[in-house]
Nanobody, 124 residues
Framework: QLQLVESGGGLVQPGESLRLSCVAS????????IGWFRHAPGKEREGVSC????????YYVDSVKGRFTISRDNAKNTVYLQMNSLKPEDTAVYFC?????????????????WGQGTQVTVSS
């Protein structure tokens, strides 16, 4: 069974950091581009970041550039999203998604497999 499981979300104060993990089971991430998306109440699901095969190229939505970093560890079948200098507007449910293709995109429709999401809340 192909599955993605996110973890690492939580409640933090503005300016703090979190690292999200996305672990794949039932398939190898070696052959998949991976995206991170977020869905905030009242908003559409948004592509936050993605990473292609061979770790390049990567993509970041403008609002997280310089604060978030995506990386992958194929040996652990895991993709990470390091989130620094968090802001209240980063509050959302964060999802990872996988697509069997070379290059990632920020488009929801690119991806075939999705995790269940992890809640990130940034509040003082």
């Amino acid at each position: 069974q192909l599955q993605l499981v996110e973890s690492g979300g939580g409640l933090v104060q503005p300016g703090e950091s979190l690292r999200l993990s996305c672990v794949a089971s039932g398939f190898s991430l070696d052959y998949y581009a991976i995206g991170w998306f977020r869905h905030a109440p009242g908003k559409e699901r948004e592509g936050v970041s993605c990473i292609s095969l061979s770790n390049a190229p990567t993509y970041y939505v403008d609002s997280v550039k310089g604060r978030f970093t995506i990386s992958r560890d194929n040996a652990k079948n895991t993709v990470y999203l390091q989130m620094n200098s968090l802001k209240p507007e980063d509050t959302a449910v964060y999802f990872c998604a996988a697509a069997r293709r070379t290059f990632c995109t920020g488009w929801v429709t690119t991806y075939d497999y999705w995790g269940q999401g992890t809640q990130v809340t940034v509040s003082s």
